[in-house]
């Protein structure tokens, strides 16, 4: 088990992190106070006993599981079981499940009261090595993803692989996106990832890896709390990622950001200089996570969802982050007409 801290530069925010083998106990050290657990309805059902024992006499309001229903009924409902609860400012919010609950708990926990505190306790791996470290919280709207929410860093993220035997191979697949994606951007973990690419699915071997997962992205995000700069290296694979997860939905989420790897990899090659051998070794990773090349759309049709990404900063432009040698990576301004032909060109290299 190990601990470390995430310190907010620019909002003088604290997160205490604490993951690996046997993490979970360290919720005895939690502070006597009003607790309300949010998770959704599979984590409790797999979860109700060890939520007897842990929290006992605490409220539980388990949302619809699925990232169809990170909306706004599902923010509200939580904020009036939190009212129904009767907490009050000093009172926490403890999130237990997946990326969607830890968003959604996230938000609700910056909203209530102008801001309560906020222990999240990630159950799959995506959630683990991604989405509950930084204070990114937020639901989908108006058919964008993550279109509203807050920064709002938790005052604890427990990470204990013990969730991990639960989890079905396409969760693995999706956390292995953001790990992939850590890998491009670090060169110690790429290294791992090149010399372990047999076991990439390998539980034990994913459990040795989160907490250096988690190390890296908190090292972004104590530089970078609201991603002004350094932070907005964490979107590679994810505008084009996110674009064909909007128009296709046939993926997980991490599947999509492996391909987006793919992809932004090739737009790496024809915008800017690279380490081409470097790439290849990447797109092998990045195929061994995804167990094959799935079917992928029409990518020029996909395309236009890129220009909801909200990094675009230019009109008619696509912002994209891709990966360029071992540790680096461009941030590429692309005209949209010229990114979907790029697009519709790497898918059929691709395919």
Known sequence: MKRFSIHAEQKGECSEIICGTNALSALSE?????????????????????????????????????????????????????????????????????????????????????????????????????SSVGGKTAIDFYGVKNLVGAFKQPERVIADPVFFKTLPAREIRCGLGEIVKHGALCGELFDKLRENKNRLTDLTFLAEIVSENIAFKARVVEKDAREAGLRKCLNLGHTTGHALELFDGTLSHGEYVLVGILYEAELARRYTECDEAYLAQLKEIALCALGGMPDLPPAEDAARFALLDKKNTQAGTVTVTAPTARGEYALLEIPFGEYAAALAQIREELC
């Open 30 to 130: 939690l502070p006597a106070r009003d607790t309300l657990v949010f998770t959704d309805e599979n984590v409790f059902r797999l979860y109700r006993d060890a939520l007897a024992r842990y929290f006992p006499q605490c409220p539980v309001h388990a949302m619809p599981a699925g990232e169809q229903n990170k909306t706004q009924e599902t923010l509200f409902a939580l904020l009036g079981a939190m009212a129904d609860a009767g907490m009050r400012r000093n009172g926490r919010i403890v999130c237990l499940g997946g990326g969607v609950v830890g968003d959604v708990g996230g938000l609700a926990s910056a909203l209530y009261m102008r801001g309560i505190e906020c222990v999240q306790i990630p159950t799959t791996l995506l959630a683990q090595v991604d």
